[in-house]
């Protein structure tokens, strides 16, 4: 801002001054004012909101049965490669009881030939044959039962990926479905969950841009975008917005990620609206519907009361002028039915 408009204006807060303390003499004088020259915009309001970062897909991995721990081959924070094995169970009765299926479906099948062979004869009822093949697929299902839990007694890594934590030991005995680990792909990458009031709910589209900021890189700006919004509100009455940083960002190996960092985040809406950005000194009277101000019609003040969008980085941000009307931003306070007003310099509003 250059001396000149500050000179202005504080010569316009001394002159209406004056007239409220002189008395008519100086209450008759033109009353000196600034305006501004409106322009209107498309304009979309920043949404600030404040999240935890963590991994688009987090998954509990446990063992199919009980058994004991036979070892844990990883720790917390270790990086893992697809199929890599991260615990397993002691397999002694595992194996034993694949075995016996086995043993069960060989000599089911076995009977199952004998009968088959009998059964010209009139030897054999057709039940009893019926019975033998019900055995040889009772069998047959309970060595596929056996054999799968033999394959889910050992834990692998479902992809390349991050353990966030492990909750198992060697020599310990777990029970069915107990968590053993909590598992991150890198394939899904990161985002980042907060919530945001109905009123910015509403402005907000999928795809919408935003940037992320994290204490732990001061100054550094990881580029994201919305990929979920909420269709209801949670608890806290706000709706639940995650952000999914970029895969520009995510392959960037010179910064480490972690879950749980405290990000902050400015969204620019895709939906952008008409308005008009003023300086707070042209407001006369507020209040939460609205604002009103001067404006200079045919040489003369006219009060209008414009609907309030909000506050923008000092700026007004309201709806209902045209392009091009002269808007009073300083000396508006002090004007009274009747009083001349004299242009002393006028400028654009902000853009």
């Not at 907000?204 to 732990?216: E, I, R, S």
């Not at 019609?297 to 923008?312: C, F, Q």
């Not at 009307?325 to 654009?348: C, D, F, K, L, W």
Request: glycine letters at 8%; one cysteine or more; hydrophobic letters at 45%.
């Amino acid at each position: 801002m250059s001396f000149a408009p500050v000179q202005n204006r504080m010569w316009i807060i001394l002159y209406g001054w004056l007239c409220l303390s002189c008395g008519s003499v100086w209450a008759q004088a033109p009353l000196p004012v600034e305006v501004v020259e409106s322009q209107v915009v498309d304009y979309a309001r920043d949404i600030h909101i404040s999240g935890l970062l963590e991994n688009k897909s987090e998954q509990t991995l446990a063992f199919k049965i009980a058994g004991l721990v036979r070892k844990v081959v990883v720790d917390d924070g270790q990086w893992v490669k697809k199929g890599q094995v991260l615990a397993s169970l002691d397999l002694e009765e595992i194996d034993a009881q694949v075995a016996k299926a086995e043993s069960v479906l060989g000599n089911a099948e076995r009977n199952l030939e004998r009968f088959k062979s009998l059964q010209g004869s009139n030897a054999l009822s057709i039940d009893r044959l019926q019975q033998a093949e019900t055995q040889v697929d009772v069998a047959r299902s309970d060595l596929t039962v056996a054999r799968f839990n033999q394959r889910h007694a050992v834990i692998r890594a479902p992809s390349a990926g991050r353990i966030l934590k492990r909750f198992i030991e060697p020599n310990e005995l777990v029970s069915i479905g107990k968590p053993a680990f909590v598992f991150a792909s890198t394939n899904t990458g990161w985002v980042l969950r907060a919530g945001v009031t109905d009123r910015d709910i509403v402005r907000l589209q999928l795809n919408d841009k935003a940037t992320v900021k994290f204490d732990a890189y001061p100054g550094e700006m990881f580029d994201a975008h919305i990929s979920e919004l909420a269709g209801r509100a949670d608890a806290t009455q706000t709706f639940e917005v995650e952000l999914r940083l970029s895969q520009k960002n995510q392959q960037n190996q010179a910064r480490e990620l972690l879950a749980g960092f405290v990000g902050k985040a400015i969204i620019t809406p895709g939906q952008r609206i008409k308005a008009t950005l003023l300086p707070v000194t042209a407001m006369v009277r507020g209040e939460s519907d609205g604002v009103d101000i001067y404006i200079v019609r045919d040489g003369k003040p006219v009060r209008r009361h414009l609907p309030l969008i909000g506050l923008d980085k000092g700026y007004l941000v309201v709806s209902g002028l045209a392009d091009g009307e002269h808007v009073i931003v300083a000396g508006a306070s002090y004007i009274q039915p009747g009083r001349q007003i004299n242009i002393i310099n006028h400028t654009a509003a902000a853009e």
